[in-house]
T-cell receptor, first 114, second 117 residues
Framework: SQKIEQNSEALNIQEGKTATLTCNYT??????LQWYRQDPGRGPVFLLL?????KEKRKERLKVTFDTTLKQSLFHITASQPADSATYLC?????????????FGSGTRLSIRP | GAVVSQHPSWVICKSGTSVKIECRSL??????MFWYRQFPKQSLMLMAT?????????EQGVEKDKFLINHASLTLSTLTVTSAHPEDSSFYIC?????????????FGPGTRLLVL
């Protein structure tokens, strides 16, 4: 069956450390993968997109890797801050005729303690 | 740029009534919009893909006669929950596709919380 799993429903780390979130998928062949941030009661906010032919993408304190052999993406937040506390969602795209249609993973609630 | 709004932000209604939710792209045109539903502590589940000027494409298990979608213009899509029941209570989120420069990026609205009594 097809699955998108974000390991760790919740992650709690110390401020200043690097937070690493994982996204694993089964029986999908995405052309790209995205990461979103969602705060309680709000819609998701786009963070990064990485394509199947890219290994790594960076944006400020964020880094995403994409391993199509392992069917896994890692999302890193370096020098984490309490303001980074939120739910982070991965999403797979390029699966259908509609290029922008995406399927979300289950999400990881990240808490950064001061 | 790339702002998506939803109206209303929250609604409480009696069982059996119909509720309309609007999704607007404020500063760009969107030929495609998506509607999602999110239950507490769960991820977003895609309900349907809304294409301007054509019928919506519904995901498996989503009743098209219950969740009516109209995408009448390049900046507006509406979702009508017909004969709402308590189990329809959820957080409904729309997104608009701004497919520019090969960035398949969806911009999400703030969501509409529906409570059916």
């Amino acid at each position: 069956s097809q699955k998108i799993e974000q390991n760790s429903e919740a992650l709690n780390i110390q401020e200043g450390k690097t937070a690493t979130l994982t996204c694993n998928y089964t029986n999908y062949s995405p052309a790209y993968l995205q990461w979103y941030r969602q705060d309680p009661g709000r819609g998701p906010v786009f963070l990064l997109l990485i394509r199947e032919n890219e290994k790594e993408k960076r944006k400020e304190r964020l880094k995403v890797t994409f391993d199509t052999t392992l069917k896994q993406s890692l999302f890193h937040i370096t020098a984490s801050q309490p303001a980074d506390s939120a739910t982070y969602l991965c999403a797979l795209g390029g699966l259908y005729s509609s290029a922008s249609k995406i399927i979300f993973g289950s999400g990881t609630r990240l808490s950064i303690r001061p | 740029g790339a702002v998506v709004s939803q109206h209303p932000s929250w609604v409480i209604c009696k069982s059996g009534t119909s509720v309309k939710i609007e999704c607007r792209s404020l500063d760009f045109q969107a030929t495609t919009m998506f509607w999602y539903r999110q239950f507490p502590k769960q991820s977003l589940m895609l309900m349907a893909t809304s294409n301007e000027g054509s019928k919506a494409t519904y995901e498996q298990g989503v009743e098209k006669d219950k969740f009516l979608i109209n995408h009448a213009s390049l900046t507006l899509s509406t979702l009508t929950v017909t004969s709402a029941h308590p189990e329809d209570s959820s957080f409904y989120i729309c997104s608009a596709d701004r497919n520019r420069d090969r960035q398949e990026t969806q911009y999400f609205g703030p969501g509409t919380r529906l409570l059916v009594l």
